[in-house]
């Protein structure tokens, strides 16, 4: 790896997990249940309305999925929920008190929201073990001092991330010898070093053989409850497999909510988007 790529790495870690290092005070109150709220939500661009009117609700420990065509607006909808993409209107909450349109994106992943992109984004040449102490650190350059006073309660952390993602056997491998799913994995397991209350994972399962998708369907299954996990994905067996509750978008809105048999034998599910 070059050390452009290096430093873009760096950066990139530096923006998502800086705040480890730095805990904010800001609490998200999810007194009434819901951990998300979407209303009204739009944004054009070059005048192509991406996302249009859209209304979403999330509740705390729920782990939904959201599915539609390409291009319906999926990916942008969380661009928006991280702060990626600002909407044209609209508004955008973190439980009842968090207002996601006046904080920046280093802010909201502080406040509790992590995401994970789909491709995998660990540090090849360092081993799993210490890829999780780097993303609890939060910035390489302390790294070391970091490590050097790793307290008892936070080795406990990464060995419970560690089961929890499975890798334990592999603890002191390379990230960069590991499978395409245990790479998936090991970035779940980087965010979840951040104890996000909320995860957005964006097609985790593309390029998976069928045992790792099975794996993964089990470990995102786990995390729902004390987390909250929102799941873009097209493999129709793998939303089958983990869905309680889907959301079909198109167009930028939703089209129709519900359990999977129910938004599978919806009319206009079928017609814009399983019946292809
Ligand atoms: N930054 C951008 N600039 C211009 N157009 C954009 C931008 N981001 C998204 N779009 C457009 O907005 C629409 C929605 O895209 P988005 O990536 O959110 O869809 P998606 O549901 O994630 O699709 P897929 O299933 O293919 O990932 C697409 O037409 C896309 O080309
Ligand atoms: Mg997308």
């Not at 985790?204 to 369907?217: I, Y």
């Amino acid at each position: 790896m070059n050390s452009l790529q290096n430093l873009r790495e760096l950066m990139r870690r530096d923006r998502v997990f800086e705040f480890m290092l730095q805990k904010t005070g800001l609490e998200v109150d999810l007194s009434h249940g819901t951990i998300l709220y979407l209303e009204d939500v739009s944004v054009s661009f070059d005048g192509f309305k991406a996302i249009s009117d859209l209304n979403l609700y999330i509740d705390a420990g729920e782990l939904r999925c959201i599915i539609g065509p390409n291009g319906a607006g999926k990916t942008t909808m969380m661009d928006i929920i991280t702060g990626k993409t600002r909407p044209d209107s609209g508004s955008a909450f973190f439980g009842q008190n968090i207002n996601l349109l006046q904080l920046s994106e280093a802010q909201i992943a502080q406040a509790g929201i992590g995401r994970k992109f789909q491709k995998p984004t660990v540090f090849e040449f360092h081993t799993v073990f210490e890829n999780l102490e780097l993303s609890m650190a939060g910035d390489k350059r302390v790294w070391p001092t970091f490590r050097a006073r790793l307290d008892g309660a936070q080795q406990k952390r990464i060995g419970d991330v560690l089961e929890i993602i499975g890798l334990q056997e592999s603890r002191n491998k390379y990230a960069g010898s590991l499978s395409h799913g245990q790479k998936q994995w090991l970035e779940i397991g980087m965010l979840l070093m951040q104890n996000p209350k909320l995860l957005l994972v964006d097609e985790p399962v593309a390029g998976m053989t069928h045992q790792e998708m099975e794996r993964t369907a089990e470990l995102l299954t786990s995390l729902a409850g004390e987390h909250t996990v929102v799941v873009v994905e097209h493999d129709m067996d793998f939303v089958r497999s983990i869905a309680r509750k889907v959301t079909v978008l198109h167009q930028g809105s939703v089209l129709a909510e519900g359990s999977m048999d129910e938004v599978q034998n919806n009319r206009r599910v079928v017609e814009v988007y399983l019946g292809e």
